[in-house]
């Protein structure tokens, strides 16, 4: 029995049309589009999966749509990488963080993320994004 505590490893890469999340046997794809809530929307009646129905809020409280949802149910809505670059590293941040949510298992998860970004990313765009992912992270889904 080993006193050591146990970190699941993750591995997102942030692309230019898709996010996509491997952990274990858990493989994911969500599209890479942050976008902002419509008034009284209530989720997808048919699916109502958090795959489908993704919305992160920011330490402002407040919140976004993030992949599938943003796609469908934004009118307002920002792609987080384009042309091999990511646009916005908060975006990103929260998108990642967002991804997060659908392979975690437990309320306290510890992890350790290794991500990709697209090609034409910077290395102070790299460094941005690993600080905004290190230490504890709360994340409200």
Not at 6 to 21: C, P
Request: proline letters at 3%.
């Amino acid at each position: 029995m080993s006193l050591r505590p146990t970190f699941r490893a993750i591995g997102i890469d942030l692309g230019t049309s898709t996010i996509k999340l491997s952990c274990a046997s858990h493989l994911k794809k969500i599209p890479s589009i942050l976008g902002f809530p419509l008034e009284g929307w209530k989720g997808f009646s048919g699916d109502s999966s958090l795959e489908k129905n993704l919305v992160i809020h920011d330490d402002n409280g407040k919140s976004f749509y993030v992949g599938e949802l943003a796609r469908l149910q934004s009118e307002v809505k920002r792609e987080i990488a384009s042309e091999g670059k990511v646009k916005s590293i908060e975006d990103a941040v929260l998108a990642l963080k967002a991804s997060l949510a659908l392979i975690s298992e437990r309320n306290t998860d510890q992890v350790v993320i290794a991500t990709g970004v697209p090609v034409a990313s910077s290395k102070k765009e790299m460094t941005k994004i690993a600080k905004g992912l290190k230490g504890n992270l709360e994340i409200a889904v």
